[in-house]
């Protein structure tokens, strides 16, 4: 009897979640869809911003690699020649 009661427990929770996940995805695939009609933006649109957005990242990304370069240099060069350039620098 109690196994009987621990299965039917458990599969009506099972089937419970299972209805509330999928309710929970079907909510938010419908909201996602009316976001994306309302906003109006057009593919080639979309994938204009992401090239634009992406040129900006590259650069970003150039500056900070020459940054990097610079800190790696100082880091790796010797205590002597870095206060040698600092005396020179002077």
Not at 8 to 17: C, E, K, S, V, Y
Not at 77 to 89: A, F, G, K, T, V
Request: with cysteine; charged share 25%; aromatic share 6%.
């Amino acid at each position: 009897m109690e196994a009987d009661a621990f299965f039917l427990t458990t599969f009506f929770g099972m089937g419970i979640g299972t209805i509330c996940t999928l309710t929970i995805q079907w909510y938010g695939r419908r909201k996602v869809k009316a976001a994306l009609k309302s906003e109006g933006i057009t593919p080639s649109r979309q994938t204009e911003l992401l090239s634009n957005e992406n040129e900006v990242m590259r650069g970003q990304m150039l500056r900070l690699e020459e940054r990097l370069s610079v800190m790696e240099r100082i880091t790796t060069d010797s205590h002597m020649s870095l206060n040698q350039e600092l005396e020179r620098l002077r």
